[in-house]
Nanobody, 122 residues
């Protein structure tokens, strides 16, 4: 199985910064892309940012220019640097990996972390 563990969430004032980290481990066979999603109370989960194994990135319009996603392929890590945080960024942030495991290498799945809370409030 593939496991994802997030860290780095917390409480921050508006205008502040946080850096989220996600470590992927387990029987990983291949990783196509990794990313971050978030879900605020009463809302659907939404894509925040994603990055391919080749480094191509994609951002939600609401975070462009403020958030930066990066990846360490050698360590199977993905990061989200969040600057100029706003109260509307408050949500549970989930790490996502799209890839396959060694047990079924030909089948690609979405794997999810348990989520980390980010709260932006004064």
């Amino acid at each position: 199985q593939v496991q994802l563990v997030e860290s780095g969430g917390g409480l921050v004032q508006p205008g502040g910064s946080l850096r989220l980290s996600c470590a992927a481990s387990g029987s990983i066979f291949s990783i196509y892309h990794m990313g971050w999603y978030r879900q605020a109370p009463g809302k659907q989960r939404e894509l925040v940012a994603a990055i391919t194994s080749g480094g191509i990135t994609n951002y939600a319009d609401s975070v462009k220019g403020r958030f930066t996603i990066s990846r360490d392929n050698a360590k199977n890590m993905v990061y989200l640097q969040m600057n100029s945080l706003k109260p509307e960024d408050t949500a549970v942030y989930y790490c996502n990996l799209y890839g396959s495991s060694r047990s079924i290498p030909q089948k690609k799945y979405d794997y999810w972390g348990q989520g980390t809370q980010v709260t932006v409030s004064s």
